[in-house]
């Protein structure tokens, strides 16, 4: 798990990291332009992560309340399972 988060913390879009309890591990915040940069976040990076096998994402569509509010950038949430 250690490595996990040690290569997770490296990314640039990465905003926020959790070590969980329940059905995932790990439970990231990342932003993002677009879903496109999005996808390329998590497919060429996260997904090559070693000791990752499997990611559940959601987009944020709306927030309303929270720090997150900033409208030029879409939040995207993402969970790693190890």
């Known amino acids: 798990m250690d490595d996990v988060v040690r290569e ?3 990314l640039d879009n990465l905003e926020e ?8 591990d790990i439970v990231t915040l990342l932003s993002a332009a ?3 940069e999005f ?7 996260i997904l090559k992560i070693r000791g990752i096998r499997s990611t559940v994402s959601s987009v944020v569509l709306k927030t309303h309340k929270g720090p ?6 879409q939040k995207a ?6």
């Open 17 to 24: 990291l959790y070590e969980v309890t329940g059905e995932f």
């Open 8 to 10: 997770l913390s490296k």
């Open 68 to 73: 997150r509010t900033n409208g030029e950038q």
């Open 34 to 36: 677009d879903i496109e």
């Open 77 to 82: 949430k993402s969970l790693a399972h190890q």
């Open 39 to 45: 996808r390329d976040v998590l497919k060429n990076k």
